[in-house]
């Protein structure tokens, strides 16, 4: 599995980015997410894929597109500046671009109504990532995640699903399993959020936890619970063909060992 992982770089500039991408280079670490959010949108989202593009020919790089975080002025201009971004991913080198309608949805200018903006454009071969959050209605009384998936996949544009973190394996093999009825004559790979518990982590989402990210109150209370769900859940990932994606820090030899062995002791 430690070949196929990605590992999800986080930074607060160019020079940090280079730190990340050197260390990734020293430690065989070719799988790469640029995540959209935070300090990463708009110019400094723009500079990375140019200063990749430009000093790391190397790298399998997945781009995260947030439709919100990227927003300029009005929905035409940022539906333009999609299609160039989608234009020039060839030139920059993207493998992949995950397509994401943010925290906060535009109104009229989220996921679906990208993706059916693009089916109209029949000269544009492109195929994308979503995201999918399998929590949604059984902890936050959201129940528009099927529909709306049902609408992105009927595009014929979807070519990976990119699943939510979250603690209950019973409901992410639940929506694991009605996503593969619906999108049964697609090749879809799939991807799954993993984040390596820690004392710090917990604290940090005690203090403020992410919208719509569930964790139980079993793996928050005791660290050693965190541990075994972990254990599950890269076990669980393992069967299903589904390629971890590591959102915790790993840019130090000690954490990125404690990913390695996570992922090498899963039962």
């Given amino acids: 599995m430690n070949n196929k992982i990605r590992f999800e770089l986080s930074f607060k500039n160019i020079s940090q980015l280079d730190?990340?991408?050197?260390?990734?280079?020293?430690?065989?670490?070719?799988?790469?997410?640029?995540?959209?959010?935070g300090l990463i949108k708009k110019d400094l989202f723009n500079s990375t894929i140019k200063y990749i593009s430009k000093n790391y020919n190397e790298f399998n790089v997945t781009y995260h597109y947030s439709l919100y975080h990227q927003y300029s002025k009005n929905k035409e201009k940022s539906y333009q500046e999609f299609l160039d971004f989608v234009k020039s991913s060839?030139?920059?080198?993207?493998?992949?671009?995950?397509?994401?309608?943010?925290?906060?949805k535009k109104k009229n200018f989220d996921s679906v109504d990208v993706l059916a903006y693009l089916k109209r454009k029949k000269y544009l071969k492109v195929k994308l990532g979503i995201a999918y959050n399998p929590y949604l209605e059984k902890y936050y009384n959201?129940?528009?995640?099927?529909e709306r998936f049902e609408k992105k996949i009927s595009t014929g544009l979807i070519n990976s699903i990119w699943f939510q973190y979250g603690t209950d394996i019973k409901v992410l093999q639940n929506e694991m399993t009605y996503l593969k009825n619906v999108a049964k004559e697609e090749k879809?790979?799939?991807?799954?959020?993993l984040f390596i518990p820690s004392k710090?982590?917990?604290?940090?989402?005690?203090?403020?936890?992410?919208k719509e990210v569930y964790i139980s109150e079993k793996c928050l209370s005791d660290l050693e619970n965190f541990f075994d769900?972990?254990?599950?859940?890269?076990?669980?990932?393992?069967k299903n063909n589904i390629t971890p994606v590591i959102e915790s820090d790993f840019s130090s030899l000690e954490k990125l060992h404690s990913v390695y062995s996570f992922l090498e002791n899963e039962r």
């Fill in 200 to 210: 710090q982590f917990i604290a940090r989402f005690k203090f403020r936890p992410w």
């Fill in 90 to 104: 060839k030139t920059n080198k993207i493998y992949e671009i995950l397509l994401v309608s943010g925290s906060n």
């Fill in 188 to 193: 879809l790979n799939l991807f799954g959020s």
């Fill in 19 to 37: 730190d990340k991408l050197n260390f990734c280079k020293l430690n065989n670490i070719k799988n790469i997410n640029i995540p959209c959010k």
């Fill in 142 to 146: 959201i129940s528009s995640e099927r």
């Fill in 229 to 238: 769900f972990t254990n599950d859940l890269v076990s669980f990932y393992k």
